[in-house]
């Protein structure tokens, strides 16, 4: 329970949007300069203010403009930024020790969130964990795993897929630009077949019928027995919020049951209470043979894991997995700290919350102008897809100039989509309704303007 000394959520600052210089201010622009000739011109940003401070559903930045945060630094901090009980626990852990290397002396901190995560993620069969820095490290590793207990070495990844940016999730990831432009040659043994993507579905398909369509593919170009794993994001996330139609993930894992592949859910996103249930994957009841996560887990601190079935976990020799970093002692102490206020604090209802609020403001806004093709996504997880009036045909120029919009009225939304089309929304899951409101307001706004 949260104590009387420990707030769940940071509520020190104050819960407002407030621009008290352009955006970006002058100190903001000061420190960019810096930035363009010390950081490399490879990593971008979205919105060029320079963070101070943050917290509930704000960012304040160092010309003391408070922004509206629908971003939670992609899905991050879900529990608020600098959570009370996540900064004490750091703070905790950091006087003891920084590291020591769980590959070297252990510690307990560690087996503690492996044992959260093999609780929490869905299915109640014997679990085992491992520990990674990156969401991508977990992918990878994930894909590692499939292929040593299958002896197989064939990985079926997905139409609008992101798995991240190491090579082989690149070579997962589907989007060429900007994450794999120039940057091959890619991992080999990966095999796109076409997702559920019920908006844009060529053939109309329904969830049971477009797996069908995916697991003929797979049946005839590569062979079920040459399949280690299907590797799907139950609601997709950089690839467009795209959400499968219903049966589509059951139908997927029901196949590698059946025929012997490892069935992968990358909850990198969608996970730790995003949708409104602890992972996507739980609202249609499947369980997947291993789950990715990292982003919401930890409240901020890199940290990132694989769970799943102990048999295949287990199935790795030792010293085959593993990393300098990996499970880091402070990254552990706030996770813990995290998930607990995800329970305290009822986060899957606080999701929905922020869906029954936001969905019906997007809708209006969608039949008033037209613009916006497609409402969809699941409890905070939420996304418009803006089209041409009239059709289907991507508008990536009208998403940009809303989200422009937005940032330059200090709300922080991003774009996604394969098409560049897509404004997602992904506040902290502690936001209040009155903010939330107000950053909707501007962003309809924005898009009845255009
Ligand atoms: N799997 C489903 O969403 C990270 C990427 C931002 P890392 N998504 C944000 C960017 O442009 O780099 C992500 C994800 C899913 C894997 C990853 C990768 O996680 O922690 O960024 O490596």
Redesign the pocket.
Same mark, same amino acid.
């Given at each position: 329970m949260t104590t009387a000394e420990t707030p769940a959520y940071r509520s020190d600052l104050p819960q407002q949007r407030k621009l008290v210089t352009a955006i970006p201010g002058p100190k903001s622009t000061a420190i960019h300069q810096r930035r363009s000739v010390a950081v490399s011109a490879g990593v971008a940003s979205t919105l060029p203010v320079y963070t101070a401070d943050a917290g509930g559903g704000v960012i304040v930045d160092v010309d003391g403009n408070s922004l509206i945060d629908l971003a939670s630094g992609?899905a991050v901090t879900s529990v608020g930024n600098a959570a009370p009980k996540v900064v004490a626990a750091v703070r905790e852990s950091v006087g003891h020790f920084t590291h020591s290397c769980f590959m070297v002396t252990p510690y307990d901190g560690y087996v503690q969130v492996a044992e959260k995560l093999n609780e929490l993620t869905p299915g109640s069969h014997a679990k085992r964990s491992a520990l990674f820095n990156? @969401?991508?490290?977990a992918?990878e590793n994930a894909v590692k795993i499939a292929r040593l207990a299958t002896g197989r070495t064939a990985v079926v990844v997905f139409d609008h897929a992101?798995? @991240?940016?190491t090579n082989l999730?690149m070579a997962l990831t589907a989007k060429a630009a900007p994450y794999k432009k120039g940057f091959g040659p890619f991992a080999g043994e990966i095999y796109r077949v076409p997702m559920s993507y019920p908006f844009r579905d060529p053939d109309g398909l329904g969830g049971k019928e477009a797996a069908e369509r995916a697991i003929s593919i797979i049946n005839t170009q590569i062979g079920a027995d040459q399949v280690a794993a299907v590797l799907v994001?139950p609601i997709q996330?950089?690839g467009g919020f795209v959400v499968p139609a219903d049966g589509f993930l059951p139908a997927l894992s029901q196949w590698c049951t059946s025929s012997g592949a490892v069935f992968i859910a990358?909850e990198?996103?969608s996970g730790f209470c995003r949708t409104g249930d602890w992972f996507a994957s739980d609202h249609e009841g499947v369980v997947p043979d291993l789950v990715?996560t990292?982003?919401g887990m930890a409240g901020g601190l890199p940290l990132?894991g694989v769970t799943g079935r102990a048999e295949l976990m287990d199935a790795v020799h030792g010293g085959g997995l593993g990393g300098t970093y990996g499970g880091n002692p402070i990254a552990c102490a706030a996770a813990l700290a995290a998930i607990e206020t995800m329970a305290d604090l009822d986060l899957n209802a606080a999701a929905k919350r922020i869906e029954g609020t936001a969905v019906p403001i997007l809708q209006t806004v969608a039949e008033q102008t037209g613009r916006i093709g497609d409402v969809r996504g699941r409890g905070a997880m939420l996304a418009a897809e803006f089209v041409i009036p009239g059709t289907t045909d991507p508008d990536p120029a009208v998403a940009a100039a809303v989200a422009k919009a937005c940032h330059a009225q200090g709300v922080v939304v991003l774009t996604c989509g394969t098409f560049g089309n897509v404004i997602r929304l992904l506040p902290p899951l502690v936001i209040g309704e009155q903010l939330l409101v107000e950053g909707l307001g501007v962003l309809t706004d924005a898009v009845r303007a255009i």
């Open positions: 992609i990156s @969401g991508s490290e992918v992101y798995h @991240g940016r999730t994001e996330g950089e990358d990198i996103q990715t990292a982003k990132a």
